[in-house]
């Protein structure tokens, strides 16, 4: 499998895949091969007790919830469209009530204690109340509208809000909240923290948890949606070195996952370690605006510098540094290189770095 054809198989939201050239995104996936990711060691593996991305990465692969925000090349950057996951269709009677029917024959990961069993609506009311109700979780907060949630039958939850929140299924498709987990693995490890206690209804399974060194997923035989998932293993390594994770990536060991714990350089005003801030350039925005031009979603090319000057404030940015005693780069139209593309971005000319690249 080619690196560019994993921004097209789901399982990381945080991918760009909107940056995928259109060549790839024409491309028909095939089944098989195993993906290397540098991510991180979880703190543990309760998502409801923890905020951390770290942990919540995890889940995209193994877990699932209700409704999801649709990813995918066809998707309008920033329109976070909603669509089913758990749910196969839903509908919202007055302002207050939203009514779910469930996939039919989802199935648990086929591991202990829940062994495949189906998937049904008592999962999601149980996952729902943990998800409110358990002391330490950070973001039961997002589900406050709540009144109540019940099964109406065993395919059918029913929520009934206080008041109207027009942000609900946001809030229910968002990847840091409520993925539907199973009570068994509750009942058995008291928490989720365990690795042994990740089973879900996802398209990737957690087979083995090595601390500090990574850790493998391999496919759900029995994921509900047909055909899915494409990988067939996911290997994933820990590596907090910089030096370290940069070269392995530039050797082929990772397919994604070089990008660095920012800090403060003379060129680049970032340090995203121990709180400071970060200088926008110019460059920058010019190449978003040329990403919008390659795939489409402008019709010609802009006057790039022009919308950049309005955009990056740059004597506003140079007074808050001067207050600070930090300096802020000379230059911010300098050309860079981008790992996904592995081309470099010239801003003083985009539509000549836009030529390499196919058109949407």
């Known amino acids: 499998m080619k690196r560019r054809d994993l921004l097209g198989l789901g399982g990381l939201t945080l991918v760009g895949v909107t940056l995928l050239p259109a060549s790839a995104r024409a491309e028909i996936p095939k089944r098989g091969g195993t993906i290397t990711l540098r991510l991180w060691d979880p703190p543990h593996f309760d998502p409801y ?48 009530t939203y009514v779910f029917k469930l996939r039919r024959g989802v199935r648990w990961q086929p591991k202990p204690p829940v062994n495949g069993r189906e998937l049904t609506a008592e999962d999601v009311v149980y996952s729902v109340e943990r998800f409110r109700t358990i002391k330490g979780n950070a973001n039961a907060s997002m589900l406050k509208p709540l009144d109540r949630v019940e099964a109406v039958d065993r395919y059918t939850v029913r929520f009934t809000l206080k008041e109207p929140y027009a942000w609900f299924l946001d809030m229910l498709a968002n990847p840091m909240a409520v993925c539907i987990v199973a009570r068994e693995c509750v009942e058995k490890f008291g928490d989720l923290k365990s690795p042994e206690a990740t089973v ?4 990737w399974m957690l087979d083995s948890y090595r601390p500090n060194v990574g850790m493998t997923l391999v496919r759900n035989p ?9 990988i067939d293993r996911v290997e994933i390594f820990v590596d907090e070195d910089n030096a370290s994770r940069i070269a392995a990536f530039l050797g082929g060991k990772y397919d994604l996952g070089c990008n660095q714990t920012h800090t403060y350089t003379d060129d680049y ?25 390659r795939f489409g979603y402008l019709p010609g090319a802009p006057d790039y510098k022009a919308i950049a000057d309005k955009l990056i404030l740059r004597d506003v ?20 290189a981008l790992d996904l593309d592995h081309a470099v971005f010239d801003p003083s000319n985009p539509d000549e770095s836009l030529a390499g690249f196919a058109r949407a």
Request: proline share 8%.
């Open 49 to 96: 007790l923890q905020v951390s991305y770290k942990t919540h990465i995890v889940y995209s692969f193994t877990h699932s919830r209700l409704v999801k925000h649709r990813a995918g090349p066809a998707v309008v950057p920033g329109t976070f469209a909603i669509e089913g996951d758990l749910a196969e269709s839903w509908s919202q009677p007055d302002e207050t």
């Open 200 to 203: 879900g209804t996802g398209p």
């Open 222 to 230: 029995g994921y509900f949606v047909a055909g899915l998932p494409y």
């Open 269 to 293: 005003m970032m340090f995203h370690r121990g709180g400071a801030t970060n200088c926008p350039r110019r460059s920058h925005a010019i190449w978003f605006l040329a990403q919008y031009v």
């Open 317 to 336: 940015y140079a007074d808050v540094a001067k207050e600070m005693g930090i300096p802020i780069p000379d230059d911010d139209m300098k050309p860079f």
